[in-house]
């Protein structure tokens, strides 16, 4: 067996070990979770909203993989892109951080404006490292394009094409759009 077919069966196992599950078959989608609030969370928006189901499909054809696990965040937001990028043979894994105490369309939201900074990571293949995930973050900051809104707040920063996605989920979830 090659040395990229040894890396991929050791973090296929390394992922069925962890016990995720996704919101379809394990080996079509990229988004994984070990919870069972999330993953009906992300089916729910996934059906309902066609920019949660946009970025869902993007990540599916992308080179990542995304967990999302319930957990805190700096600065008390609800979600948030955790700060490090790994490699995982020919796979760049992310994780997201949520807070899932409350089953509701904010919830869905959240994932939805976390999951548009996957896509901002994952549409730039330069970015293998954290520190290409805090440098890519801070050049957009530093020289933002125009269609970039990049503020630094509470530890991290935020963008516009995410606040746009979060409006756009939240207005297909509550108007059926």
């Known amino acids: 067996m090659a040395a990229t077919e040894r890396q991929v069966v050791s973090t296929a196992l390394v992922i069925a070990a962890m016990g995720w599950t996704s919101a379809a078959r394990a080996d079509e989608r990229r988004i994984r979770t070990d919870d069972a609030v999330i993953l009906h969370a992300i089916e729910d928006a996934t059906e309902r909203s066609a920019t949660f189901r946009?970025?869902?499909s993007t990540i599916d054809t992308s080179d990542g993989l995304v967990f999302i696990s319930s957990g805190k965040c700096p600065g008390g937001v609800r979600a948030c892109?955790?700060?490090?990028?790994t490699k995982a043979g020919p796979y760049r894994v992310l994780r997201v951080f949520i807070d899932k105490r409350k089953m509701d369309v904010d919830l869905m939201v959240s994932l939805g404006h976390e999951l548009q900074h996957v896509v901002e990571v994952l549409e730039n293949p330069r970015i293998i490292?954290?520190?290409d995930l805090f440098a890519f973050y801070t050049q957009i900051a530093l020289d933002p394009p125009t269609s970039w809104l990049q503020t630094r707040r509470r530890g991290g920063f935020e963008t516009a094409r995410a606040?746009?996605?979060?409006k756009a989920v939240r207005e297909e979830l509550e108007h059926g759009r």
């Open 81 to 85: 892109l955790v700060w490090q990028v």
């Open 54 to 56: 946009r970025l869902v």
């Open 129 to 131: 490292r954290t520190a």
């Open 163 to 166: 606040i746009e996605a979060s």
